[in-house]
């Protein structure tokens, strides 16, 4: 029954994958839900009693991955419950200072020897964008009243961890019939180099006759490209849309990279 529920918070905890940061600059996030391991269902929201120390927060940008120092105040990674669960999590620019996926992966402390039993594992993953893109994406007026209106995409968020070999199946939807169709392509973790149609990823347009509603599938066998322990990221690149050139994030997914185990048992 817990691993249910373990497998149930991880798949929720993907429902954040659309948040943006902005490279080089520090900010605060909300992460959750919180869920005490005892019952593996109860939230946490008591802030007096929580302490940062029965938990750890793993940080993976790239190629890095370090452990934050979380405190409640006073520290660079300050950490409080808001008392519906979540967290508010300050970072700092050294943090977010690597542009591509940013993921924060939670999990209980270990002390004497042993777990402490505070929460159940989860993981939040972030875009970072470089300083240009995101105040033209976020800040700038003149884009801001272009889409305000709209989305011209509304993206399938992050689908999954997925076993090497197997396949990617996510449904995203346009909100008006593209008059150019742009390219589907695939990045590997913060690379720049992608894999795009037909390497592996087949990107069905008004699937089954439904107007706006496609169908991408990727098939993690098809190239080395797709391998274990990665993340990925599905854009849509040059699709013109209500007259709007759309580049943006359609989906993501990741290979057998949200596992909480230690390294020689993941890999052993």
């Not at 992966?105 to 300083?131: N, W």
Request: aromatic share 10%; charged share 15%.
């Amino acid at each position: 029954m817990r691993h249910a529920v373990l497998a149930a918070v991880l798949l929720l905890s993907g429902s954040v994958l659309g948040l943006s940061l902005k490279e080089d600059t520090a900010a605060t996030v909300l992460v959750g839900p919180l869920v005490d391991w005892a019952d593996g269902k109860t939230i946490l929201s008591d802030n007096d009693d929580f302490d940062p120390n029965d938990i750890v927060c793993r940080l993976i940008k790239g190629s890095s991955e370090s452990t934050l120092t979380l405190t409640k105040t006073g520290g660079n990674n300050n950490i409080n419950l808001t008392g519906y669960g979540m967290a508010t999590l300050t970072l700092t620019a050294s943090n977010v200072d690597t542009a591509g996926q940013l993921q924060l992966q939670f999990c209980d402390a270990v002390s004497g020897g042993y777990l402490t039993e505070t929460i159940l594992p989860f993981c939040e993953v972030f875009t970072v964008y470089p300083a240009n893109v995101y105040d033209s994406l976020f800040t700038d007026n003149t884009a801001i009243s272009k889409v305000s209106a709209f989305s011209p995409v509304i993206a399938a968020g992050y689908v999954g961890d997925y076993k090497t070999g197997e396949t990617v199946y996510f449904i995203w939807r346009t909100n008006a019939v593209p008059s150019a169709a742009g390219t589907v392509y695939v990045y590997k973790n913060n690379g720049t180099s992608e894999a795009e149609i037909p390497t592996g990823v087949m990107d069905t347009r008004n699937f089954d006759s439904k107007t706006n509603v496609h169908l991408c599938t990727i098939n993690l066998s098809a190239n080395s490209f797709y391998e274990r322990g990665k993340d990925y990221a599905v854009v849509l690149s040059g699709a013109t849309i209500d007259g709007q050139t759309v580049y943006t994030t359609i989906a993501t997914f990741s290979i057998e990279n949200r596992t909480m185990l230690p390294t020689f048992l993941r890999d052993g």
